[in-house]
C-alpha cells in the first residue's frame, strides 16, 4: 500500500503550508502529496488528474477536509465512488473521520459509511443554496418593492437622437457619422437604435 496525499488552494496566493503540515505528520513523501493552486469548482484540475494516474487498489489518499477535493458535492460524490470503487483505493478525511473508508466495523465497511455521510453533505448542502437562492430572491423582490432599481442606470438620449435614428434608419446617413453626431459611441449608437426597433415592433404587435 502506498499513501498518498492531495492539497489544494484556491489561489496562488494562498499558503498551502497548514495542509502539508498536517500530511506529512502521516509520513507521507512529499514526491507523493500532489498541490493544485485553483479553484475547486470542478476537477479539471493538473495534478489531481496526475494524482488519479498514480493510484492503485489499496492505496490511501488523505485529505485535510472535504472542500479540499472540491466545492460540488454532486462532483464530489461522482470522484468519490472512481476512487473508492473503480480505482478500489481508500480515502482518509482528517478532519471528519466519518468519511474515511480505510476501516471496517461488524459488517458495515468505511466505503458504506463514507457513502451514506456524503450523501447527506450533498442534501444539506443543495438545501443550503436552495435556502440562499430563495432569500435572494424574496431580498430583491422586497427591494423593488420599495423602490430599489438593480442594475446601470441608462444615460437619457441625446435630444436629437430620434431625428438621426429616423435619417439613419432612411439610409440618409451612416451609424458611424449619426454616432459621431450625436457624441455617442458607434456600438452604443447602434444598442440604442436596436432598442428603439424592438420597441417599435413591440407596439406593432399590441
Request: glycine residues 6%; charged residues 35%.
Amino acid at each position: 500500500m502506498k499513501m498518498y496525499g492531495y492539497v489544494r488552494v484556491s489561489t496562488k496566493e494562498q499558503n498551502p503550508e497548514r495542509q502539508l503540515t498536517a500530511l506529512k505528520e502521516y509520513g507521507i513523501a512529499r514526491r507523493n502529496i500532489y498541490l493544485d493552486q485553483m479553484s475547486g469548482k470542478d476537477f479539471a484540475r493538473p495534478q489531481y488528474r496526475k494524482l488519479l494516474m498514480r493510484l492503485k487498489p489499496g492505496d490511501l489518499l488523505i485529505i485535510k477536509s472535504i472542500d479540499r477535493l472540491g466545492r460540488n458535492y454532486g462532483e464530489i460524490l461522482e470522484q468519490w465512488r472512481k476512487i473508492t470503487k473503480e480505482i478500489r483505493a481508500d480515502i482518509r478525511v482528517i478532519d471528519m473521520p466519518l468519511l474515511n473508508t480505510d476501516f471496517s466495523q461488524e459488517d458495515l465497511t468505511g466505503v458504506f459509511i463514507s457513502d451514506l455521510v456524503l450523501q447527506i453533505l450533498a442534501y444539506v448542502a443543495e438545501t443550503e443554496r436552495a435556502f440562499i437562492r430563495q432569500r435572494q430572491a424574496e431580498g430583491i423582490a422586497a427591494a423593488r418593492k420599495s423602490g430599489v432599481k438593480f442594475g446601470c442606470e441608462k444615460k437619457e438620449l441625446p435630444k436629437d437622437f430620434e431625428k438621426y435614428f429616423a435619417s439613419w434608419k432612411k439610409g440618409e446617413i451612416s451609424m458611424r457619422k449619426a454616432a459621431g453626431a450625436l457624441g455617442m459611441s458607434h456600438s452604443t449608437f447602434y444598442r440604442r437604435c436596436k432598442e428603439r426597433e424592438d420597441g417599435e415592433k413591440r407596439e406593432k404587435n399590441l
